[in-house]
């Protein structure tokens, strides 16, 4: 990734999220830098727009960011990937998540690559008695991935944690 837009979608984030804090008071922002990692590291892919909407992925929905301020500081590309992991707070819970899932299916496959990884980090850092619970949400994205080529390696990767840490 280029150092001036992970320099860039780094002070972003941080300052997006710069008063929230997990469930855990670590700072949130520690959650994007995370999932960012997740798509590097772990998944193996370090193409810089992905890790900058890796980064700024809660930024639309959890901060005072619209898709404007992604798109004209990080352009097209960032903004989609970040728009699509976007849930529409406006809505039911029922209809948002019917509609989130619709929208991640029909968005480019680098928003569901971000998505896998914030389910990764999510289910990773979620509490013992917690994760049973947690593994529908691991299940509708690996079947929303299941027909995405390039994810095949990430989604293996996740079930793979899963079973790790549900059957400690």
């Known amino acids: 990734m280029s150092n ?45 727009e992905v890790l900058a909407a890796a980064l700024l992925h809660d930024t639309i929905e959890d901060c005072d960011v619209d898709y404007d301020d992604i798109l004209e500081q990080f352009g097209r590309n960032v903004a989609d990937y970040v728009a699509v992991m976007t849930k529409d707070m406006r809505l039911e819970e029922t209809i948002r998540e019917i509609e989130y899932d619709k929208q991640l299916a029909e968005g480019p496959w680098q928003g569901r690559l971000i998505k896998l990884a914030d389910v990764y980090d999510n289910f990773s850092d979620i509490q013992e008695d917690k994760r049973r619970g947690f593994v529908e949400k691991v299940q509708r994205v690996l079947l929303l991935t299941e027909n995405d080529a390039e994810l095949q390696g990430s989604r293996q990767k996740l079930q793979q944690l899963v079973d790790e ?4």
């Open 4 to 48: 001036s837009l992970w320099q860039e979608a780094s002070a972003f984030a941080s300052n997006a999220h710069a008063h929230q804090t997990r469930n855990d008071g670590t700072p949130y922002v520690s959650h994007c830098f995370r999932v960012a990692m997740t798509v590097d590291i772990i998944f193996g892919f370090d193409n810089s």
């Open 165 to 168: 840490l549900v059957s400690c």
